[in-house]
Nanobody, 112 residues
Framework: QVQLVESGGGLVQAGGSLRLSCVASKSIFVTVAWYRQAPGKQRELVAAITNGGSTNYADSVKGRFTISRDNAKNTVYLQMNSLKLEDTAVYFC????????WGRGTQVTVSA
């Protein structure tokens, strides 16, 4: 079993940046993904990174968001630049082990 804790969310103006962190309670050499869920919308994949460092992104964040990981710190990051109003959501990380483990999320609010 593993616990995931997200942090780094907050209120930022459009065009600004935030860096989210997802810290795992133990080493997880598996794919970790960031998802987000806006009010009234389904949860959607934002970005994912394999243990080998391969990444993929939703079209809506390509060129603006960067996912990375530091296995020595059991941490996956999501650097978010050029934030838009539509990036407002609760952001969750997920680790895909024998089961999928989710964190509780961190709120990101982008204001005009």
């Amino acid at each position: 079993q593993v616990q995931l804790v997200e942090s780094g969310g907050g209120l930022v103006q459009a065009g600004g940046s935030l860096r989210l962190s997802c810290v795992a309670s133990k080493s997880i050499f598996v794919t970790v993904a960031w998802y987000r869920q806006a009010p009234g919308k389904q949860r959607e994949l934002v970005a994912a990174i394999t243990n080998g460092g391969s990444t993929n992104y939703a079209d809506s964040v390509k060129g603006r968001f960067t996912i990375s990981r530091d296995n020595a710190k059991n941490t996956v990051y999501l650097q978010m630049n050029s934030l838009k109003l539509e990036d407002t959501a609760v952001y969750f990380c997920k680790a895909s082990l024998a089961f999928d483990y989710w964190g509780r999320g961190t709120q990101v609010t982008v204001s005009a």
